[in-house]
């Protein structure tokens, strides 16, 4: 497993819909060490608060796996890397064999999964295509989030390992499905609420699927 690029943006201002609005969603690739704080990575940013950034969101890691996928879809030879908003582009690191709680050593920070990445409209701002969110979410191929457990200096070429296995291994696919389309699997609901990484915001989203059952 692999980091093969650090991505930054700082918020900036594009017209969508004959409206201004303001979104961090342009990640380009940075050269040499880059300092991984809790909550983001030097020169990045997030513009929505509320819903982007914060503790259990620091870092958003997707799978440079799934770019072939999204090369054929969207009838592109190329993609740059960074193209999905992430922070991370990395090898290796697939939804259906990275669990939410694992945790892994980037260079020198140390991360720890939390949830799922769900796409908002700004991702169609990014690909020029309004329904593209809807299409990534769909795909299942969404990438995760993770928290910062130890800061630290990461840089392109550096190798991932997973320190720590979560004992629910619970996947970060499986979580996915579990809101979105299976909120009927009650032991599912409550295996994923029993990992302790997990963020506040799936997590109150998991216990309300749970008492909304009959």
Same mark, same amino acid.
């Given at each position: 497993? #692999?980091?093969?690029?650090?991505?930054?943006?700082?918020?900036?201002?594009?017209?969508?819909q004959?409206?201004?609005?303001?979104? &961090?969603?342009?990640?380009?690739?940075?050269?040499?060490?880059?300092?991984?704080?809790?909550?983001?990575l030097?020169?990045?940013?997030?513009?929505?608060?509320?819903?982007?950034?914060?503790?259990? #969101?620091?870092?958003?890691?997707?799978?440079y796996?799934?770019?072939?996928?999204?090369?054929?879809?969207?009838?592109?030879?190329?993609?740059?890397?960074?193209?999905? &908003?992430?922070?991370?582009?990395?090898?290796?690191?697939?939804?259906? *064999?990275? *669990?939410?709680?694992?945790?892994?050593?980037?260079?020198?920070?140390?991360?720890?999964?939390?949830?799922?990445?769900?796409?908002?409209?700004?991702?169609?701002?990014?690909?020029?295509?309004?329904?593209?969110?809807?299409?990534?979410?769909?795909?299942?191929?969404? &990438?995760?989030?993770? !928290?910062?457990?130890?800061?630290?200096w990461?840089? !392109?070429?550096?190798?991932?390992?997973?320190?720590?296995?979560?004992?629910?291994?619970?996947?970060?696919?499986?979580?996915?499905?579990?809101?979105?389309?299976?909120? *009927?699997?009650?032991?599912?609901? !409550?295996?994923v609420?029993?990992?302790?990484?997990?963020?506040?915001?799936?997590?109150?989203?998991?216990? !309300?699927?749970?008492?909304?059952?009959?």
């Amino acid at each position: 497993m #692999k980091l093969l690029s650090v991505n930054v943006g700082l918020p900036q201002n594009v017209s969508y819909q004959k409206k201004t609005t303001t979104t &961090g969603i342009f990640k380009t690739p940075v050269e040499g060490k880059i300092m991984l704080r809790a909550l983001n990575l030097e020169g990045d940013g997030q513009a929505d608060l509320d819903n982007h950034g914060g503790i259990d #969101k620091a870092v958003y890691l997707y799978s440079y796996d799934n770019y072939p996928y999204w090369q054929a879809i969207l009838g592109q030879n190329t993609l740059p890397l960074g193209q999905f &908003g992430e922070n991370f582009t990395v090898e290796g690191l697939l939804d259906a *064999h990275v *669990h939410i709680g694992d945790t892994f050593q980037v260079g020198e920070a140390v991360i720890q999964v939390t949830q799922p990445r769900i796409p908002c409209y700004k991702l169609g701002i990014r690909l020029e295509k309004p329904n593209f969110p809807k299409q990534f979410l769909d795909s299942g191929k969404t &990438g995760f989030y993770a !928290k910062v457990l130890q800061e630290g200096w990461v840089e !392109k070429g550096n190798k991932i390992e997973r320190m720590i296995l979560d004992s629910q291994q619970i996947t970060v696919y499986q979580a996915f499905r579990l809101l979105y389309f299976e909120s *009927h699997n009650i032991e599912g609901i !409550k295996q994923v609420l029993e990992i302790e990484a997990l963020s506040d915001s799936w997590r109150k989203s998991f216990e !309300k699927k749970l008492k909304s059952q009959p």
